[in-house]
C-alpha cells in the first residue's frame, strides 16, 4: 500500500492534461511524485513530467472523492495490466482506461530508452522477456486492438511452453495479420502456424533482440 499525496501533490495530479498526464508543478512537487512512482520525467527536453499508470489511477480516486484511499500495488506490473483476452466481462473501453494505456506504453518505450545500452526504443527490453503475456498484450492494446471478452471477439494471448515466445489468438483472419503486423512494429519476431487438431490459425511471437 502506498501513502496517499499530500494536498499539493493531489492538486498537481487533478490539474494535469486529461489525455497525455502533463503535470505541471513546482520542481520539489513533481521530483517527489516521481520518487512515490506516480510521475515519469521524460528524457528530451524540454523534460516535462508525466503521469504513469499509477498517476493516473490516483487522478481519477480524486475526481471522485477529497481524501482518496491509498492504491495497491500489483507486484507483477507495478500498477498496471494490460488486457490479455479470454475474460467474461466486457473489456474496459473507458476513456479513463485509454489514457491509462497510453501511459502505461509511453512509460514502456521509455523503460526501453533507459536500459537499452544505444537508447534505442524498437526492441523489447528485459522487464518485456520477463512478462512476456503482459508486454505483448500491451502492445495490441495500445495499438487499439480488441481483446476478446464479454462474448465479443477479439485477440487472447497467452502463453506457450517455448521460451520467450507468446501465441496470439485471433479468430479472424485479417485481424490476426493486423496483430501480426502491430507487433511486429513494436519489435518482436512474429510467424503464423495452424494448430494441428484445430486447423485454426495462430500468431506465435517473440522479444527481437537485435
Known amino acids: 500500500m ?19 498526464g502533463r503535470l505541471k508543478g513546482t520542481d520539489s512537487q513533481l521530483d517527489a511524485l516521481v520518487k512515490r512512482g506516480l510521475a515519469f520525467r521524460h528524457p528530451r527536453p524540454p523534460h516535462d513530467h508525466f503521469l504513469t499508470p499509477a498517476g493516473h489511477r490516483i487522478r481519477e480516486t480524486v475526481e471522485e472523492a477529497p481524501s482518496p484511499a491509498p492504491v495497491s500495488l500489483p507486484p507483477a506490473t507495478g500498477v498496471f495490466s494490460a488486457h490479455i483476452g479470454g475474460t ?6 473507458s476513456a479513463a482506461r ?9 512509460g514502456l518505450l ?6 537499452s545500452p544505444d537508447r534505442a526504443t524498437d526492441r523489447p527490453c528485459g522487464w518485456e522477456r520477463t512478462h512476456l503475456v503482459q508486454a505483448a498484450a500491451l502492445a495490441l492494446e495500445a495499438a487499439g486492438h480488441t481483446p476478446e471478452a464479454g462474448g465479443s471477439p477479439g485477440y487472447r494471448v497467452r502463453a506457450t511452453p517455448q521460451p520467450e515466445a507468446v501465441a496470439v489468438h485471433v479468430p479472424d483472419a485479417g485481424a490476426l495479420r493486423a496483430c501480426a503486423i502491430t507487433l511486429e512494429g513494436a519489435g518482436w519476431q512474429v510467424g503464423e502456424y495452424t494448430e494441428p487438431r484445430t486447423r485454426t490459425r495462430y500468431l506465435l511471437a517473440s522479444p527481437r533482440r537485435v
Open 88 to 93: 467474461e466481462e466486457p473489456a474496459d473501453t
Open 110 to 115: 521509455e523503460l526501453r530508452r533507459m536500459t
Open 98 to 106: 485509454v489514457r491509462e494505456v497510453h501511459s502505461a506504453w509511453q
Open 2 to 20: 502506498t501513502r496517499p499525496p499530500t494536498a499539493a501533490q493531489r492538486r498537481v495530479i487533478d490539474a494535469a492534461d486529461p489525455v497525455t
